[in-house]
């Protein structure tokens, strides 16, 4: 009889050579038991977004319209990252989805405090959410149905890591924090990857477009307006009173206001709203129900070119030009503050202190953006540099950023000697 041949999923699964766990005498004997345990804590977990059949952090909804578009094949799944009210929707969490006669099964995949994972309804726990989705392509173990047939992306979509955010601009992201803090950083699913993600995470939204930094309200209406005020169309700013933030939403034809504050754990909520660790994971949030807004966030709001004749032109995709200024004049003592905001109603409350300069906050260094010389006046023209830089290199661009704010005062230096150097030249000819 004719050896079979391997399958593409058996040839996909190469580099997974143990699928033994914990409680697991029922499948494996008692001599082996140690040795095969000890050979599967020693290998290293394939990293989910390397795999076709991962979609990020999808909702169950977003998850059953893939899975029936592709035929609602017995035991077509998917793997994706947790991000459900009823379940636990922190980064690095995972799910199954899986078609059962016709309809769609989730599974919670539990993370155990010795970096294991496993299903509830399992017995058997593994290094990784794909070494756990290889044992369950054989056999069901807790789940309705075995794994039989991968729901795979097309080739142009990636796995998504936040709202706006996919999975290979976070790893450009993680890959420039990990070179400041000089580690290496694999393609594996590691400890010094869940931390390097832990630490980027509170900081991400300032690499979103639709975050447009401290601008003041007046402003935030104004370029919602350019943009079309349609219905779900958003910003997120920040604002002078210290971790306070706003999300600015058009529904109606009508921009309006809503404070965000961080708590005094350290979560970020809209008035007395769902309590999230980041900025990022609560406009993911938003985007998935209205939860108290007028409506969902649904199209950003981009932060725009910085001056009209220098958009890009033509076929050069979604550049932007940004100005890297000096840092600006601290603000009075005696500003005016937005004690009195919109409620999650949306109703109006007095205008922002007038402060149009976008400051990130860097773990090295604090950079300001400026959108244009008539929202503020503090800055000369010939200390401004323009850079083209595009968005969807993130890392290249704060690698720019950082490097404009480094050699800065060298630039100045050399100016101010060209000068020196230009009227003694002058004095004395």
């Not at 003592?333 to 949306?346: H, N, P, Q, R, V």
Request: glycine share 6%; hydrophobic share 35%.
């Amino acid at each position: 009889m004719t050896e079979p041949q391997p399958s593409q999923q058996d040839v996909l699964y190469a580099s997974v050579d143990n699928l033994t766990g914990p409680d697991q005498s029922n499948v494996n004997d008692n001599s082996n038991d140690n040795a095969n345990i000890s050979s599967c804590n020693a290998a290293s977990p394939v990293l989910p977004s390397s795999l076709g059949y991962f979609w990020g952090r999808i909702t169950r909804r977003e998850a059953e319209m893939y899975l029936q578009d592709r035929g609602r094949t017995e035991g077509l799944f998917l793997l994706r990252e947790s991000m459900s009210p009823n379940e636990d929707s922190a980064p690095g969490n995972y799910a199954i989805s899986v078609i059962h006669n016709n309809e769609v099964v989730h599974y919670l995949i539990q993370k155990l405090a010795n970096r294991r994972y496993r299903i509830p309804e399992g017995s058997i726990a593994f290094n990784g959410p794909v070494e756990l989705l290889y044992y369950y392509w054989f056999t069901a173990d807790g789940l309705v149905t075995p794994l039989t047939t991968p729901c795979e992306r097309n080739e142009n979509e990636m796995p998504v890591a936040f709202r706006g955010v996919a999975y290979d601009q976070l790893e450009e992201v993680l890959q420039l924090e990990a070179k400041k803090l000089n580690i290496q950083l694999d393609k594996t699913l590691s400890p010094t990857r869940d931390a390097l993600l832990k630490r980027l995470t509170p900081i991400l939204h300032v690499y979103m477009p639709w975050f447009h930094g401290n601008i003041t309200r007046q402003v935030a209406e104004l370029r919602m307006e350019k943009a079309g005020l349609e219905d779900g169309l958003f910003l997120l700013r920040s604002r002078n009173e210290k971790n306070t933030f706003a999300i600015t939403l058009c529904c109606g034809g009508t921009p309006r206001h809503y404070l965000i504050t961080q708590k005094k754990n350290s979560l970020y909520a809209v008035e007395d709203g769902t309590k999230f660790d980041c900025l990022i994971l609560l406009v993911e949030n938003y985007h998935n129900k209205s939860d108290g807004l007028a409506c969902k966030l649904k199209v950003a709001c981009n932060r725009p070119a910085i001056y009209d004749h220098e958009k890009p032109t033509g076929d050069t995709g979604d550049e932007k030009t940004r100005v890297v200024h000096c840092v600006p004049p601290a603000l009075p003592d005696d500003a005016t503050k937005e004690s009195d905001y919109m409620d999650t109603k949306g109703e109006p409350g007095p205008p922002d202190y007038n402060d149009c300069v976008f400051e990130k906050t860097y773990s090295d260094a604090s950079i300001d953006m400026q959108e244009d010389e008539s929202e503020c006046g503090y800055c000369p023209l010939w200390l401004h540099k323009r850079e083209k830089l595009n968005p969807s290199n993130l890392a290249h661009t704060v690698a720019i950023e950082l490097k404009l704010r480094t050699y800065f005062p060298l630039y100045l230096f050399v100016f101010l000697l060209l000068v020196v150097t230009l009227v003694l030249v002058a004095v004395f000819a």
